[in-house]
């Protein structure tokens, strides 16, 4: 077990590492940023920003003699880093839970050998797989780089063989999938960690609604059946037990209008469709990350309050005018959260509130008044 006063670090300086910071400043231990920017949300707030690429060996050595552990806030840092840091030093999630959620290849594979059903798909890792592809798959069908993607990122939609052999060429000729577009009554999404004795605690789950493939708001408790819930729980429990994963994991569900229930793909980290837990839950999803990390027991995970949880995108910083957040905090019971991000770019994640409520129908009702008022 690692206790407070240690040093921890993180692999990557974006708002899941500034919020993991938070989390492990307030528990009493000192962190650690490893990210090649000048500016980071977490490597300015940490006790020690290395700048450095994340295959910077004197930065990995510093981290492997100071650091009692480390974790990273995003799946794609180098095996390798990985790897060497594993010889000295706790590395939770570990270097091939990561390797498999870094690909979706290796993910959706991994997944349904595990037993569990995900959105069918194709593998394409030549032109020829390409054409094979398409001729398989009704069209239209969505295909996605097998890695890099995150927020509908690398992802484009086909309609014809030639389609597809432009985006592959587009992409280089990168390892991508063809899979099938689900006909989604909702999206949902299991957060939970797991300690290294095996000990797990699952977030309640949440409905997720995204806008232009980025996550725009996620509601909790989810409007679905109670046997969805507990299939999703079950499914997300089981992907970590057979991963022997240590960490927070989460799990993004498609619930099909015929109330098939598919992996869509996990995330070694915290999620953003679980920041709804900082104010609505007894533990938060980083407060989990640093006990996890630590070897120490996760905290319970039950739901205080219904809560809507709203991102904030830099598209509302209008003529880069700042938003008028006091109409954030005339609600009493929203919560805003921001990263500290210096430039609002359209797409970009700034911050997220979270609006508790004793009713989900309240909860609702403000979120729908904080939208307009802050007009998005
Ligand atoms: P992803 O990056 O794979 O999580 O995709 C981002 C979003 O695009 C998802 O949350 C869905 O809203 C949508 N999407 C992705 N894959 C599919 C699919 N196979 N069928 C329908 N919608 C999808």
């Not at 981290?63 to 880093?81: G, K």
């Not at 954030?328 to 700034?350: C, E, I, T």
């Given at each position: 077990m690692i206790y407070p006063g240690a040093i921890l670090a993180v692999l990557g300086g974006g708002q899941l590492g500034r919020m993991f910071t938070l989390a492990a400043h307030s528990m009493g231990y000192k962190v650690w940023v490893l990210d090649p920017a000048a500016h980071s949300p977490a490597g300015s707030i940490a006790e020690r920003h290395l700048q450095a690429t994340y295959t910077d060996k004197d930065?990995?050595?510093?981290?492997?003699?100071?650091?009692?552990?480390?974790?990273?806030?995003?799946?794609?840092?180098?095996?390798?880093?990985?790897?060497?840091?594993q010889q000295f030093i706790p590395v939770r999630p570990s270097a091939s839970a990561l390797g498999i959620t870094r690909d979706r290849i290796l993910e959706k594979t991994f997944i349904q050998q595990a037993g569990l059903l995900t959105t069918p798909f194709l593998i394409i890792t030549s032109v020829d797989d390409c054409i094979a592809a398409c001729e398989k798959m009704a069209l239209p069908a969505l295909m996605k780089t097998a890695q890099m993607g995150y927020d509908g990122k690398g992802q484009a939609l086909i309609s014809s063989t030639d389609d597809a052999l432009k985006h592959f060429e587009n992409q280089q000729n990168a390892d991508c999938i063809l899979e099938q577009i689900v006909d989604i009554k909702q999206e949902i999404s299991v957060v939970l960690a797991r300690n290294p004795e095996g000990v797990t605690q699952c977030f309640p789950v949440g409905e997720n609604i995204h806008v232009n493939g980025i996550l725009d708001t996620t509601i909790v408790p989810a409007n679905i059946n109670p046997e969805i819930e507990q299939q999703a729980i079950t499914m997300a429990i089981s992907l970590a037990t057979t991963l022997d994963y240590v960490g927070v994991l989460a799990v993004e569900f498609f619930l099909s209008q015929g109330n098939q229930l598919l992996i869509n793909e996990m995330a070694p980290r915290p999620h953003n469709s679980g920041h709804y837990t900082l104010d609505a839950c007894i533990t938060d999803q980083f407060e989990q990350q640093v006990r996890t990390l630590c070897g120490l027991q996760p905290g319970a995970a039950d739901l205080l309050k219904p809560v809507v949880m709203l991102n904030i995108?830099?598209?509302?910083?209008?003529?880069?005018?700042?938003?008028?957040?006091?109409?954030?905090?005339?609600?009493?019971?929203?919560?805003?959260?921001?990263?500290?991000?210096?430039?609002?770019?359209?797409?970009?994640?700034?911050?997220?509130?979270?609006?508790?409520?004793?009713?989900?129908?309240?909860?609702?009702?403000?979120?729908?008044?904080i939208r307009q008022q802050l007009g998005f």
């Open positions: 930065a990995l050595a510093e981290i492997a003699a100071h650091c009692a552990a480390v974790t990273t806030e995003f799946e794609n840092v180098p095996a390798s880093s990985l790897e060497y840091l995108l830099g598209d509302i910083w209008r003529n880069e005018m700042v938003p008028d957040w006091n109409t954030v905090y005339r609600h009493m019971a929203a919560k805003l959260h921001l990263y500290g991000k210096d430039k609002p770019l359209s797409g970009r994640k700034m911050g997220h509130i979270n609006i508790l409520s004793d009713s989900l129908s309240g909860a609702m009702e403000t979120s729908e008044q």
